[in-house]
């Protein structure tokens, strides 16, 4: 049987923001500022390692040159695996696989059952993680706020260990200091059954982030050195405004965005060749009227595109944006922003794209966005699949069999292809026709995000896998050795 179709090479149907010439003029650009502008990296251990391995280092402004940034993105893998803690592959990064989830540290949160926006909890953290578990369309794990019930510092370690501990699908951890970091690693090491079957096995990302424009400070470095040093797969991505943090014109923003991502390339395969790292970035404009990073600009749309097509070139996997939006509630801009975002990073094709959940420029995380966003997700997947075309699908036999004026309805489902439509997410209502009449709501998209949002969570109030009850106190030791340590750190302060 012949087969004629656009998916002979790709999973998806893709398209292109960029010609190869344009990728070219922006690599070579980047190699420019890597070379002659430089970067500044605040990490001593950091500039020796980079001197060592052919960058011209002066008091902390380091000069890339283009064979050094060559080597490290040779070395780069061009496959890695992410496992769930329970076993399996969750996340395969290669060209092809695109995974969507939520972003972190947002300061306020819409409590799903009271709608108030109040600050976000570490019980939050766990109910986003088992909701992340439950939606299809999401793919790992992040947790859609910044804990506010947490030590000061700790922010990122107690959300970790609340999210890895209600998910099966893998999380993205992050946090302030190396120390942190190390602990982070900690549990990681406790639910893969020890530092061998972790290494072997990861079961969770890290993301860290340099500071836009061309500046790593020593936090940021540190945590880069540690995750290379125990193969422990990181995100180096910046989050850079146009006309703000760098240029407002987009072939520099992602030319800038790119250089300020191979810091994280250069010096994690400088300590550890072959070490996985991801790049990317949170790309978009500075809202002028309002002086904030504008998550639903359809600039972010285009920038994250053009930046993920420059990863592809390289050869390097990237961490994307999407499904975010600048509405205070769910209404139709917050519904478009989402949209337009999700819908294209699913035709750009990056490996991993988060803030799906996003609200009010990132000030504030709503389950309700993320489960429409999985809604869109779902449709825009189908859609990104396009049209396969050969002998079964032109479906002779039931033309034939059919003929003119017939009714398809009445063929033998074996024998129609009605399987090959695209099936709606299941919501808790299925209104009847004469039930819409008294009842509006049951039409309504807000009602039934809500309804389907609430119904998750009240189906999803514990954990899908079990974690055996030394691992979880071994968890409890870790946090409490983690506090421990600041409170020894405050005493000698005083």
């Known amino acids: 049987m012949g087969t004629r179709t656009n998916l002979t090479e790709e999973q998806y149907v893709r398209f292109s923001f960029l010609s190869d010439g344009q990728k070219r003029l922006i690599f070579n650009e980047v190699l420019e500022i890597l070379q002659y502008t430089g970067v500044r990296v605040k990490h001593e251990e950091a500039c020796q390692i980079l001197a060592e391995n052919g960058c011209r280092v002066s008091d902390q402004h380091v000069y890339m040159p283009s064979h050094v940034v060559g080597k490290a993105l040779d070395s780069v893998p061009p496959i890695s695996n992410i496992y769930s803690w329970t076993g399996p592959v969750s996340l395969r990064l290669e060209h092809g696989h695109t ?121 940021a470095i540190d945590k880069v050195i540690y995750c290379a040093r125990h193969n422990i797969p990181q995100i180096f991505a910046p989050a850079s405004t146009g006309g703000g943090t760098v240029p407002a014109t987009h072939g520099a923003h992602i030319a800038v965005t790119l250089a300020e991502s191979l810091i994280g390339v250069v010096v994690s395969q400088a300590v550890n060749p072959g070490a996985c790292i991801i790049i990317g970035g949170t790309q978009s404009i500075l809202d002028m009227r309002e002086m904030v990073f504008a998550y639903g600009a359809p600039e972010l749309c285009s920038l994250e595109a053009g930046l993920t097509e420059m990863a592809e070139y390289l050869g390097l996997p990237i961490f994307s944006a999407g499904g975010c939006s600048d509405a205070k509630t769910m209404d139709a801009q917050a519904a478009i922003e989402a949209t337009l975002s999700l819908h294209s990073a699913m035709l750009s094709g990056p490996n991993l794209v988060h803030d799906v959940g996003f609200m009010e420029s990132g000030m504030c995380g709503s389950v309700f966005q993320l489960v429409l966003a999985d809604e869109i997700i779902s449709k825009s997947e189908f859609i990104a699949k396009g049209v396969l075309v050969n002998e079964e699908t032109l479906a002779r036999k039931e033309i034939q069999a059919v003929g003119p004026g017939g009714d398809y309805r009445k063929l033998d489902p074996s024998q129609t292809k009605a399987g090959s439509h695209w099936t709606p997410r299941p919501t808790p209502v299925k209104g009847k026709k004469e039930d819409e009449r008294d009842n509006p709501a049951l039409t309504c998209m807000p009602e039934r995000i809500v309804q389907r949002t609430q119904s998750l969570i009240k189906a999803n109030e514990t954990p899908t896998a079990n974690i055996s009850e030394g691992v979880r106190q071994e968890i409890q030791h870790i946090l409490e050795t983690a506090e421990s340590r600041i409170g020894k750190s405050d005493s000698q302060k005083k």
């Not at 939520?102 to 926006?117: L, Q, V």
């Not at 019980?123 to 804990?147: E, H, N, Q």
């Open 99 to 219: 995974y969507f989830g939520p972003g972190p540290t947002c300061p306020s949160f819409i409590d799903p059952f009271t709608f108030e926006r109040r600050p976000y909890t570490k019980k939050d953290a766990g109910m986003v993680a088992r909701l992340c578990d439950a939606l299809p369309g999401i793919g790992f794990v992040m947790s859609l706020g910044l804990v506010s019930d947490a030590p000061y510092g700790m922010e990122g370690l107690y959300e970790f260990a609340e999210m890895i501990q209600n998910a099966t699908k893998p999380p993205i951890a992050w946090c302030f200091t190396r120390d942190h970091c190390q602990d982070i690693h900690q549990i990681g090491i406790a639910l893969a059954g020890g530092p061998e079957n972790f290494r072997q096995h990861p079961n969770f990302l890290f993301y860290n982030e340099p500071i836009s424009p061309l500046l790593s400070d020593f936090n």
